[in-house]
């Protein structure tokens, strides 16, 4: 019963996931509306929280079980869901972004441990199944947003997805215990891990500009109303799925992870310079473009976490899953805010051209793996 409990609180949980993706960014043009404010900065701040919650759920799952960690986390994000939805003031607005981050980067860690305790056999199934969940809540959470982006705060219902995790999981026995102290880390398993640790802030960036504006960029550059515009998250994961599912598809017809990513991305690279380069004069043209971006992108990190820990034996494997979400996490910090520096508005060719910078060098990172890539033997 306490097993079945527990599986039950981490597809709620993962669903808080999904929810808190999608409703930040879906909301973005009516709270800018209602705020009279830029508030494009609430998607490198939401992606800061994220990065704070990650480094913080490493000592939390040391010393305590993961259920802990996934009530904590979960709470942050129904009352981030709340502030969001109730903000009148960029201040408040940008606040509750960071908490829902801190809140998501908290489940997000504590979710995979909890998922290894609970999964029979091999996790692969049960967390594929839980991203999949993720998928379904963020393109449902934008539909939402849209029937609701002229009562904003009535959007405060969707609070209620994380807060069915804690409703689950009170009272639940532990199920899993703290986890043990990371295995040691060496030079060699680290140079191993570079390029990959180099190429996850750069995927994760470039994802975090294409969701986190996935509602402001349509809404800019066609001048659609807010409502409407919300849908422009929901499209983009959508696009995620089919890229998912068809990257599934071709690794079952044995192509190669490696060619898979680097195609994908060095193609992704070169159609978002044409999107760039179209967007003043045929922007619709510009964002079918776009779309076609996010499907090659899909797999992206999955396939370079599950590359970079093929490098490792399972001892640091689970050393290091905590330090390769933080790098990612760092990108999805730091890139849209140096897009914002740069380029000022995030619909703007500026943005495409520095994303396809980015995607560009990941095929480089990946021909430096391939040719220093053998697997590290455990430490005796």
Known sequence: MAARRLRVGLFAAFGGLGVTAAFVPAVLPSAERATGADLSAAVPVLFAGLLAGVLLSGP???????????????????????????????????????????????????????????????????????????????????????????VRPALSVLAAVPLTTVAVLIGTPAGARATEAPARRDARS??????????LPLYVGVETVLSGWSAVIPERV??????????????????????????AALRRAAVPPLALLATATGAAAVLLVLAGVLLGEQPVAALVILAGVVVL???????????????????????????????????GTFVPALVLLIGRDPASSVTFLMSAVLCAVIPLLMLVASRSGRPVPALR
């Open 190 to 199: 680290l140079l191993v891990l570079l390029p990959f640790a180099l190429a």
């Open 297 to 331: 992108l899909a797999p992206s990190y999955g396939l370079i976490l599950g590359l970079a820990l093929d490098r490792l034996d399972p001892a640091r494997s689970a050393a290091v899953t905590g330090a390769l979400v933080a790098c990612g996490a760092v990108g």
């Open 60 to 150: 939390l799952l040391v010393r305590r079980p993961p259920r802990t960690t996934l009530v904590v986390g979960s709470l942050l994000q129904a009352v981030a869901v709340v502030g969001v939805a109730l903000a009148t003031d960029p201040g408040v607005f940008l606040a509750s972004a960071a908490i829902a981050g801190l809140g998501f980067g908290l489940v997000e860690a504590a979710g995979s441990v909890a998922a290894k305790a609970a999964g029979t056999g091999s996790a692969t199934g049960l967390l594929s199944a839980l991203m999949g969940t993720v998928a379904v809540c963020a393109a449902v959470t934008p539909l939402v947003v849209a029937l609701g982006a002229e």
């Open 222 to 247: 066609l001048a659609i109303d807010p409502a409407v515009a919300a849908l422009g998250t929901s499209a983009f994961w959508a696009l995620m799925a089919v890229g998912r599912f068809g990257a």
